[in-house]
C-alpha cells in the first residue's frame, strides 16, 4: 500500500512562488508516473504537470514557463516549483503516481492542498 500526501500549499500574492512537495510511503517498488492535477470550484479536474521515471515532463499550456516538475528518488517525493502565480492557478492541487507491479498497474492519489492566489 502506498500513501501521497501534498504539503507545500497556501496563500500567495498575484506574482508570488510556491513549492508544494509529495511524499510516498509505504511499500513502493517504482514509481513509472508521477503527476500533479487542480480542480478549482466548479470545474473539472486538470492535468498540469507529469513526469516519467526517465525524467521525461510534460505541462499544460497555461503553466508552461511557470511551473517546474521534478523528482526526488531518493526521498520519495515529487515537487512542482510555481512561479508567477496568478489568481486562475486558485484550486485543490492533487498528486498522483502509477507503478507497474504484479503484472498490472496500481494508481495512487494524495488527498490534496490548497493553494489560493489572491489579486
Known amino acids: 500500500q502506498v500513501q501521497l500526501v501534498e504539503s507545500g500549499g497556501g496563500l500567495v500574492q498575484a506574482g508570488g512562488s510556491l513549492r508544494l512537495s509529495c511524499a510516498a510511503s509505504?511499500?513502493?517498488?517504482?514509481?513509472?508516473?508521477s503527476r500533479w492535477y487542480r480542480q478549482a470550484p466548479g470545474k473539472q479536474r486538470e492535468l498540469v504537470a507529469s513526469?516519467?521515471?526517465?525524467?521525461?515532463?510534460n505541462y499544460t499550456d497555461s503553466v508552461k514557463g511557470r511551473f517546474t516538475i521534478s523528482r526526488d528518488n531518493a526521498k520519495n517525493t515529487v515537487y512542482l516549483q510555481m512561479n508567477n502565480l496568478k489568481p486562475e492557478d486558485t484550486a485543490v492541487y492533487y498528486c498522483?503516481?502509477?507503478?507497474?507491479?504484479?503484472?498490472?498497474?496500481?494508481?495512487?492519489w494524495g488527498r490534496g492542498t490548497q493553494v489560493t492566489v489572491s489579486s
Open positions: 513526469i516519467t521515471s526517465g525524467g521525461s515532463t
Open positions: 498522483y503516481a502509477a507503478e507497474w507491479r504484479g503484472s498490472k498497474w496500481s494508481n495512487y
Open positions: 509505504g511499500s513502493i517498488f517504482s514509481i513509472n508516473l
